[in-house]
């Protein structure tokens, strides 16, 4: 998989997001530290969450639930 350039974002919850269009990988990395991948994702999910008012908001009621998040662990 392609690296995924992370934005950073104003949030209490969500410190960066990113999304990988030809694998459908959503990446959110949490204030926390925490880092977690979707498979799935389409383009206008993404838009949707970068474009939320509240990103943990957004997080916690439509993405969490929407897609299987699987913890990212950074190979090498």
């Given at each position: 998989m392609a690296d995924i350039t992370m934005?950073?974002?104003v949030s209490s919850n969500v410190a960066a997001i990113g999304f990988d269009a030809e694998s459908g990988t959503m990446r959110v990395k949490f204030n926390t530290g925490g880092v977690y991948?979707?498979?799935g994702?389409?383009?206008s999910d993404f838009d949707?969450?970068?474009s939320s008012k509240s990103?943990?908001?957004h997080f916690n009621r439509i993405l969490k639930k929407a897609f299987t998040w699987k913890k990212f662990e950074k190979k090498g």
């Open positions: 934005e950073s974002v991948d979707a498979e994702a389409k383009q949707d969450f970068k990103k943990g908001v």
